[in-house]
């Protein structure tokens, strides 16, 4: 069984800074692309950043220059450093991977729980 068990979420004034972090756990084979959403009150969830294996990253306009995606592969960690915030960033944010389990030969989806950033004087 994989879980994602993510970190780091937490209240910061506008301008401010927060590191999320997310772990992969359990009978993992191979983790290929590892990524971030964000979920905001009355609003449809929306791609942040992804990362692959290879590291090579994407990101939503919203976030370019602001947010940077990373990742230890040796500790299937996927990290988000986001830097000047603003209010309009407030949202649940979720880890997302696709992985591989021991013993399958299938790459399936795995969602953490989410952790809440909320961005405010």
């Known amino acids: 069984q994989v ?23 359990g009978s993992i084979f191979s983790i290929n692309v590892m990524g971030w959403y964000r979920q905001a009150p009355g609003k449809q969830r929306e791609l942040v950043a992804t990362i692959t294996s290879a590291d090579r990253t994407n990101y939503a306009d919203f976030v370019k ?9 040796a500790k299937n960690t996927v990290y988000l450093q986001m ?17 591989r389990s021991s013993g399958s030969i299938d790459f399936n989806v795995y969602w953490g729980q989410g952790t809440q950033v909320t961005v405010s004087s």
């Open 3 to 25: 879980q994602l068990v993510e970190s780091g979420g937490g209240l910061v004034q506008p301008g401010g800074s927060l590191r999320l972090s997310c772990a992969a756990s």
């Open 83 to 99: 830097n000047n915030l603003n209010p309009e960033d407030t949202a649940v944010y979720y880890c997302n991977a696709v992985i």
């Open 65 to 73: 220059g602001r947010f940077t995606i990373s990742r230890d592969n």
